[in-house]
């Protein structure tokens, strides 16, 4: 049974980093995709960033683009969400969620209802 355990959460100035992580456990991820998503109180949830296990390729939303940093630590079976330069607008909980696919393309990557199992979620609290 795959699991996903997120943590580093908490609340941070604006302008402050947070690095959020995600272990994973039940299964080989060899060849999933892992991702972030997000969602803040009355909005739908969204998508921040992406990878792919195998090759290491990235996504990113643009509203994060150049901020956040997605990464995976194959030997510990653990993906990661580097947050810096955070904004107010960043404050959501986060969720960490795989799917055993490796999306060639952004599109299949960016939407939520293609991921199978998903994290308890973190939250993420930005103060301006």
């Known amino acids: 049974q795959v699991q996903l355990v997120e943590s580093g959460g908490g609340l941070v100035q604006a302008g402050g980093s947070l690095r959020l992580s995600c272990a994973a456990s039940?299964?080989?991820?060899?060849?999933?995709?892992m991702g972030w998503f997000r969602q803040a109180p009355g909005k739908e949830r969204e998508f921040v960033a992406a990878?792919?296990?195998?090759?290491?390729?990235?996504d990113y939303a643009d509203s994060v683009k150049g901020r956040f940093t997605i990464s995976r630590d194959n030997t510990k079976n653990t993906v990661y969400l580097q947050m810096n330069s955070l904004k107010a607008e960043d404050t959501a909980v986060y969720y960490c969620?795989?799917?055993?696919?490796?999306?060639?393309?952004?599109?299949?990557?960016?939407?939520?209802?293609?991921?199978?199992?998903w994290g308890q979620g973190t939250q993420v609290t930005v103060s301006s």
């Open positions: 969620a795989a799917v055993m696919t490796y999306f060639d393309s952004r599109t299949g990557v960016a939407d939520h209802d293609a991921y199978d199992y």
């Open positions: 039940g299964r080989t991820f060899r060849r999933a995709t």
């Open positions: 990878i792919r296990w195998s090759s290491g390729i990235t």
